[in-house]
């Protein structure tokens, strides 16, 4: 059995037939059938690739199917009306069908590395440290395999004769449960620093063990994580956070090290006892929705990464003497901004992160006309469901999350005699009299002589 990964691995066909993997046409997508149907009719090489065919075959729903071809981006943009092409370091082609997307990729070559120094030269466009930069140099479908990510992901399907082409053992890979990358894993990685993140995914998302050759580079290797550019960085922790498995990836991800560069803070939290619980709890919920099929919101699930730097910082601001919410908002704003120093947040996330945190101290306000107020706002849901992770973690009282579980739903008359006494007097306004304008002001005046 092949347990490692080498550099000179070489491709060898082997094509599946219908009969041994069981995929029909009928469960690709009708796009999908219709990019390769056009393509294949044209002269031109067409498969559908990747994940959708590793999903199927370990009994898994694809999310999406994509086209890999020997025509060239150009060339597929011509044959398609409801296309465009995409990309600067990795050029596409985005086919519409109704309301289907399908991603057309072009047979990439692959680069060649000078020695020991993994400078790349001129032609290969890569930084000091081996990131590919542009990947635009167009091959055969024997080289398109080895610029391929996992062996899982580099398995061909040709919908016309329901054949797999399998170069690399793929197929064994996936039978035996193993992720295994494509050559040699320190190039791999260097090349492309978000493999990593990917390989920790796909392993707890396909629920498969990483083959040893490609885990081991993964520590040492962590910090090159900081070179990839902060916008594509969020983008796979949220496919991370968002893919059913988010405990699993966020537990592997600090114990491989590669944290640092996403979620510095992370170590710090989960090193206390209600810092790992409200994570826990946290990413537990987010993951039982995702497999339920109910929607997930990013500014929610930032919220409670987040929840226990902001809170560190804002009792410190309080332990010094600032004002509570004035200490709250600068809290807030010191640690996204830190945070964005690592994983670019989008800012349009900002309003839902906000709104829930600043939210929080309202919920200890039960008295007078305050709690009808905050049921009344327009992220009270998202805010209530943050409480109650904080009550479960044992960060405030559970009475407080319960009273506001039955608050919500009680009639009127209940929840004015839930209401709590104010416990501090009202301040009295000052009657400011106004003069008119005739009038007299009638004080004594004292004469000078």
């Not at 929607?295 to 730097?309: D, N, R, V």
């Not at 839902?352 to 939210?359: S, V």
């Not at 009808?372 to 706002?377: I, N, S, T, V």
């Not at 960060?395 to 407080?400: A, L, N, R, S």
Request: glycine content about 6%; hydrophobic content about 40%.
């Amino acid at each position: 059995m092949r347990n490692s990964s080498t550099a000179n691995t070489v491709p060898v066909l082997r094509t599946i037939l219908r009969k041994e993997h069981c995929i029909s046409r009928n469960q690709i997508s009708p796009g999908a059938l219709k990019v390769t149907g056009v393509l294949q009719q044209a002269g031109f090489s067409a498969f559908v690739v990747g994940g959708a065919i590793r999903d199927l075959l370990l009994g898994l729903e694809p999310k999406d199917f994509d086209v890999a071809t020997n025509a060239t981006p150009e060339e597929v943009r011509a044959l398609f009306r409801r296309s465009r092409i995409i990309g600067r370091r990795f050029r596409l082609v985005h086919v519409t069908y109704g309301s289907e997307i399908v991603e057309v990729s072009t047979f990439r070559a692959n680069y060649p590395i000078n020695g020991s120094s993994m400078e790349i030269n001129a032609e290969s466009h890569a930084d000091q440290h081996g990131r590919l930069l542009q990947d635009n140099i167009f091959g055969s479908q024997e080289e398109d395999v080895m610029r391929r990510d996992f062996t899982v992901n580099a398995l061909f399907y040709n919908p016309a004769t329901e054949e797999i082409l399998d170069y690399l053992s793929g197929y064994e890979d996936i039978e035996a449960k193993r992720l295994r990358i494509i050559g040699e894993p320190t190039q791999r990685y260097r090349e492309d620093p978000v493999r990593m993140l990917r390989a920790v995914r796909l392993a707890a998302k396909l629920d498969i063990q990483l083959d040893e050759a490609t885990a081991v580079p993964i520590g040492d290797l962590a910090p090159l994580l900081q070179n990839v550019p902060a916008a594509r960085l969020f983008d796979e922790m949220l496919k991370l956070l968002m893919s059913g498995h988010s405990l699993a990836c966020v537990l592997d991800l600090r114990m491989r090290g590669l944290h640092h560069g996403l979620l510095p803070m992370l170590d710090v939290i989960l090193e206390q006892p209600l810092g790992e619980r409200f994570i826990t709890l946290a990413l537990e919920n987010t993951d039982k929705r995702v497999q339920e099929g109910k929607p997930i919101s990013p500014g929610f699930l930032f919220a409670t990464l987040l929840w226990h730097e902001v809170l560190a910082a804002w009792n410190k601001r309080q332990a010094n003497g600032e004002k509570p919410m004035p200490a709250l908002h600068l809290a807030m704003a010191e640690i996204l901004t830190l945070q964005r120093q690592q994983l670019a947040i989008p800012r349009r996330l900002d309003s839902i992160i906000y709104d829930i945190w600043t939210l929080q101290p309202r919920f200890l306000l039960r008295a007078g006309h305050k709690p009808f107020r905050l049921l009344e706002h327009p992220r009270f849901r998202a805010a209530y469901d943050f409480l109650m992770l904080r009550c479960e973690s044992g960060e405030i009282d559970m009475e407080v999350g319960q009273w506001w579980k039955t608050f919500q739903h009680a009639d009127t008359a209940t929840r004015e005699a839930m209401l709590l006494k104010e416990t501090t007097p009202k301040r009295r306004k000052r009657n400011r009299r106004r003069k008119s304008a005739g009038t007299t002001d009638h004080r004594k005046v004292t004469s000078p002589i």
